[in-house]
């Protein structure tokens, strides 16, 4: 599977962000989807995944109340929405699949998107 992020950008504190991700190669149903972002200077940070047959979600404490994970399995992408940014918010988010549970762990993800950047301004 290969995996196609877009959708950064530069966006207002306050505003929300709404990032795809976008599969081929392979189908994504056939996985769990999880989303990370990596701050500068900072070690990659679980957001969410979702997945399997019961549909199991885990949210990062972090950003619970501001997350929406979604897919479409016939278009074969992935959606990110948050809300009510934070300049703290500001990193390169990476669409994740792969694995047989829903794991808060990047090495349980076999396929990664190249990452798109988004910057929060105050």
């Known amino acids: 599977v290969q995996l196609q992020a877009s959708g950064g950008g530069l966006v207002q504190a306050g505003g929300s962000l709404s990032l795809s991700c976008a599969a081929s190669?392979?189908?994504?149903?056939?996985?769990?989807m999880a989303w990370f972002r990596q701050a500068p200077g900072k070690e990659r940070e679980f957001l969410g995944t979702?997945?399997?047959?019961?549909?199991?979600?885990i949210l990062a404490d972090s950003v619970k109340g501001r997350l929406i994970l979604s897919r479409d399995n016939a278009q074969n992408m992935m959606y990110l929405t948050l809300n009510s940014l934070e300049p703290e918010d500001t990193a390169v988010y990476y669409c994740?699949?792969?694995?047989?549970?829903?794991?808060?762990?990047?090495?349980?993800?076999?396929?990664w998107g190249q990452g798109t950047l988004v910057t929060v301004s105050s």
């Open positions: 994740a699949a792969g694995g047989i549970f829903a794991s808060r762990r990047r090495y349980d993800y076999d396929f």
């Open positions: 190669k392979g189908t994504l149903n056939l996985y769990y």
């Open positions: 979702f997945g399997g047959v019961r549909g199991d979600t």
